[in-house]
């Protein structure tokens, strides 16, 4: 049996390994972690083997993503 793996501190930006989607760490819910997507919207629930904490380079990748979207219109 492996040990259990550090969950990220709530505040975090973390990548969901399945989706490839980064996100604000919110909460831990039972087995899960909580994510919601940079500038907001709906939380998710992602498997704790499933996150991994991001990169520097994946922050501002999803952060220039979201100001495109909203530059757009797409995102209030």
């Known amino acids: 049996m492996r040990p259990p793996r550090q969950q990220p501190p709530v505040g975090s930006y973390a990548v969901d390994t399945r989706t490839g989607r980064v996100g604000l760490v919110m909460g831990h819910e039972g087995p899960y972690v ?3 997507p940079l500038g907001g919207g709906r939380e998710w629930d992602c498997d704790p083997d499933a996150v991994r904490d991001a990169t520097a380079a994946e922050r501002l990748s999803a952060a220039t ?3 495109n979207a909203r530059s757009r219109g ?3």
Do not use: K
């Open 65 to 67: 993503a979201y100001a």
């Open 74 to 76: 797409e995102v209030p």
């Open 34 to 36: 909580q994510l919601r």
